[in-house]
């Protein structure tokens, strides 16, 4: 593939398993992946290790990809996905997903099955296609980053989890909980497209999967070219209310017609530059990515990348995951 990894497809794969995501057990994993290797007389290397070490596995078995022409393969949800394609897009080498998470937005879209056995199956003959990414700063990120209460949601939603256990009604439970308590307001100086305003809001939130904002009903009017995912991206933002308005605000989400909301407003953008109003000392600022939350120092950049990442994808998906001809760059 012309500006492509190179990719040799009898190479042995390269998975990166993070021993946390998900309901399923170690051993179950390892099995799936294990059976369809020895059904298509593929060979492959199983990388387990902890959330702790995550990052550092994903990195070597990226560099060890690059080598080998082969590719590394993310076991796990959203945020563990997230933190492998850094590592494959920085070393420069393919990536395959099998999913793990709770809404495995990542995977939905680029027409990956959600059912483990049948991604891994799908692997076995897959090929590398463009797809868009976008970063926050110098992190990149998938499916969504944000600043705000959102973070806290995601924050309240792992205790949730951890006492309640992982299921997407715990997830919107937490979510309910934390909207409902928001108070907390940002005061941002956004730059967009030559641009510049001073804004209020709980939260803005950056979406770069047109699925979940589908989902959410909260696309933008394509106003740029290129849609969120496939050229562009999708900036929400929610003006301070009060409770009774957020409840109607969370039964809109609910309903799938977050866009129709009184008090939120969405956007379409390329490059963002985010400068929060902070108080004096302070030079950082909480921000989630795909899940995981993390502290930057001001100002945010928010941007759709210029190199794609290279995704193992089904044959008939190849060119046609971002639209006719591939991926739009910015």
């Known amino acids: 593939m012309a500006g492509g990894p190179r990719f040799d497809p009898t190479a042995p794969l390269l998975f990166v398993i993070n021993a946390s995501a998900g309901a399923h057990d170690m051993h179950a994993k390892c099995r799936v ?8 007389g593929r060979q492959g ?36 996905l997230s933190t492998v394609a850094q590592a494959a897009h920085t070393a420069g080498c393919a990536m395959g997903v099998i999913p793990y ?5 990542f995977a939905r879209t680029h027409g990956i099955p959600t059912d483990p056995g049948a991604a891994v199956q799908m692997l076995m003959h897959a090929q590398p296609g463009a797809v868009q990414v976008a970063a926050i700063n110098e992190r990149l990120f998938l499916v969504n ?8 949601l995601l924050q309240d939603r792992e205790a949730y989890k951890a006492r309640f256990g992982r299921s997407r009604w715990v997830a919107l439970l937490a979510g309910v909980a ?9 005061r941002l100086h956004i730059e967009t497209g030559g641009t510049a305003r001073d804004v209020q809001t709980l939260t803005l939130f950056v979406g770069n999967n047109r ?39 969370l039964l809109h989400g609910a309903l799938g017609r977050l866009g129709e909301a009184a008090g939120v407003e969405s956007f379409e953008f390329h490059h963002m530059v985010v400068r929060p109003r902070m108080a004096r000392g302070r030079r950082d600022v909480v921000v989630a990515f795909d899940g995981e939350v993390a502290r930057m120092r001001a100002p945010i950049a928010i941007r759709v990348l210029a190199k794609p990442l290279y995704l193992l994808q089904a044959l008939p998906n190849i060119g046609t995951a971002n639209g006719p001809g591939g991926a739009a760059w910015e």
């Open 33 to 40: 992946i294990q059976t369809a290797l020895a059904q298509h």
């Open 211 to 249: 699925l979940q904002l589908a989902q959410l009903g909260a696309e933008p009017a394509d106003t740029l070219a290129g849609t969120p995912g496939h050229g562009s991206m999708a900036a929400l933002m929610l003006r301070p209310i009060g409770t009774l308005a957020m409840l109607r605000l």
């Open 145 to 152: 980053a944000s600043l705000g209460v959102y973070p806290e």
């Open 101 to 105: 998470g709770t809404f495995n937005y």
């Open 45 to 80: 290397e199983l990388r387990v290790c902890s959330p702790a070490d995550l990052q550092r596995v994903a990195f070597e078995a990226a560099t060890a990809a690059v080598a080998s022409g082969s590719a590394v393969v993310a076991v796990g949800g959203d945020g563990s």
């Open 178 to 186: 934390t909207l409902l308590r928001a108070q907390r307001r940002l």
